[in-house]
Nanobody, 128 residues
Framework: QVQLVEAGGGLVQAGGSLRLSCAAS????????MGWFRQAPGKEREFIAT????????YYADSVKGRFAISRDNTRNTVYLQMNSLKPEDTALYYC?????????????????????WGQGTQVTVSS
């Protein structure tokens, strides 16, 4: 069973950037589709981005498209989320997740139930 640990969150001003990382242990990252989700207080968990196993293909929520980028280094068992042009509405607890579901289908992998393993989350706060 893979364990996921997020890092890189913090407080940043609007317009700034952060890079989140998600380190996997207890398993080989390359066998999983990886995703990032976020949850703001009082709101449901929201899909952000997903990456195919090779990292060649990715898919983003409209709210972050053009500002966020998911990448992965399977040799380091780590997936990243580069976040640029941050807005106050990006404030949330950010989670990475790993999916064992076969293939890579945005219609599947944008949904939280498709993911089998979750990290504990890292807080991102964007001040205006």
């Amino acid at each position: 069973q893979v364990q996921l640990v997020e890092a890189g969150g913090g407080l940043v001003q609007a317009g700034g950037s952060l890079r989140l990382s998600c380190a996997a242990s207890g398993g080989t990252l390359s066998i999983y589709v990886m995703g990032w989700f976020r949850q703001a207080p009082g709101k449901e968990r929201e899909f952000i981005a997903t990456s195919s196993r090779s990292g060649v293909n990715s898919y983003y929520a409209d709210s972050v498209k053009g500002r966020f980028a998911i990448s992965r280094d399977n040799t380091r068992n780590t997936v990243y989320l580069q976040m640029n042009s941050l807005k106050p509405e990006d404030t949330a607890l950010y989670y990475c997740a790993a999916s064992r579901r076969p293939g890579f289908a945005p219609s599947l992998h944008l949904n939280a139930p498709a993911y089998d393993y979750w990290g504990q989350g890292t807080q991102v706060t964007v001040s205006s």
